[in-house]
């Protein structure tokens, strides 16, 4: 990301402890970098420990400052507690979460198998779930402010064909955001959340557009109002300004960022109706090769 294209002031977060779940890569990643680059101490977390150390070690070297790499899985309740007892013990209380981490691929419904909708739905509808509340509950314990974003998508509003499990769970994080804000409004917690459109990145484009001939043209912006897919420092930009101090009475809404793709088209897989049998085939086959990849570079 070009850091000069930041909207806000150097420090505007230097009292700020935000855990990023996911930050290891893209977008995640992203907003480490910005909340850094404003003067926060930033915590990242993912499977793939090396990953998130690379990247705490590429961000620190390029401004400063403290960004913790964290290997934990979001799927398992006890590890999210061990983590966030080191943070608590070792650094402080966190101040903020980003609850970025997520699973996804294009499959036709009739194609999943339980795990294959266990395999999504455990880390973007429980998972998000079981971070939420263990920070939650420590915020509360210890009468501190608390502030949390999740990172959604277009489809809480109009659905997700050939994406159903990432569609369904996604929907349940928005109402989890809407019902603790009014919930755990009262401790002081604010809850919010963006719907981002197409911002390319490694993960997402591998899982959606696993091959650029098959038709998906969504992560090249051709089906965009505005004709181009989000640029980075766009969607940092609207993190810091929900998790920065200064607009704290933003509560309880799930912002898109998308150049008007939803309004337009949907904003989502609907074109993939086109696709026969072949192409869901080689789809599929791309699809589980970067999982495995992947795979092979978990720590925990
Ligand atoms: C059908 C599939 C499949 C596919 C995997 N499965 N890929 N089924 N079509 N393309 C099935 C497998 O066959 C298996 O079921 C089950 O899913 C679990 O597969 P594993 O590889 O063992 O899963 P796991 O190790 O738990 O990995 C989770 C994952 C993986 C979700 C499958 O993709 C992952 O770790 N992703 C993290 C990063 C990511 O997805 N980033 C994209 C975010 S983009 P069986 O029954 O065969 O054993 C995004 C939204 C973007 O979220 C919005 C754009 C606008
Ligand atoms: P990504 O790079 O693949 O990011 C997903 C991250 O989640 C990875 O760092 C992954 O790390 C982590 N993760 C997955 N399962 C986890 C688990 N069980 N425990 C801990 N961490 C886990 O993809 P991305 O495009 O940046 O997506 C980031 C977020 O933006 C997601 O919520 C996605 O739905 C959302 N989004 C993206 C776009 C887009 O256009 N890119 C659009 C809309 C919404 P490990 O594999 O190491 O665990």
């Known amino acids: 990301m070009d850091t000069s294209k930041l909207m806000f002031k150097d420090g505007l977060m230097r009292n700020e402890r935000i855990l990023v779940t996911g930050g290891g890569t893209g977008l995640g990643k992203e907003m480490a970098e910005g909340f850094l680059k404003l003067g926060a101490e930033v915590h990242i977390c ?5 990953v998130c150390e690379e990247t705490a070690r590429e961000l620190m070297d390029k401004h400063g400052g403290k960004v ?3 290997a934990c899985d979001i799927r398992v309740a ?21 609850n970025n981490a997520a699973g996804n691929f294009i499959s036709r419904t009739e194609d999943l198998s339980i795990r294959g909708f266990d395999a999504i739905s455990n880390i973007v509808f429980r998972g998000t779930f079981y971070m939420t509340q263990d920070i939650g509950k420590r915020w509360i314990a210890g009468k501190t402010r608390g502030n949390v974003c999740s990172i959604l998508t277009t489809w809480v509003w109009n659905g997700g064909p050939f994406v159903v499990p990432s569609a369904m769970s996604k929907a349940a994080v928005n109402t989890m955001t809407q019902s603790l804000a009014v919930e755990w409004g009262r401790y002081g917690l604010r809850f919010n959340a963006i719907a981002p459109g197409p911002f390319p990145t490694e993960g997402m484009s591998k899982r959606l557009s696993p ?3 098959m038709g998906s043209s969504m992560d090249r912006g051709v089906a965009n109002p505005m004709g181009r897919v989000g640029e980075m420092h766009e969607l940092v930009n609207l993190a810091v300004l929900l998790m920065a101090p200064g607009a704290e009475y933003i509560n309880g809404q799930t912002i898109a960022i998308d150049g008007a793709m939803y309004n337009a088209s949907g904003g989502n897989f609907s074109m993939l109706t086109a696709w026969d049998d072949a192409q869901w085939a080689a789809a599929r086959a791309a699809i589980e090769a970067t999982n495995a990849q992947d795979k092979a570079k978990r720590t925990v």
């Open 78 to 98: 006890e590890a999210i507690h061990d983590m966030n007892d080191e943070i608590w013990a070792k650094h402080g209380p966190l101040t903020g979460l980003i």
């Open 68 to 70: 913790v790499p964290h």
């Open 46 to 50: 993912g499977r793939r420990g090396g």
């Open 211 to 213: 091959d650029a001939d």
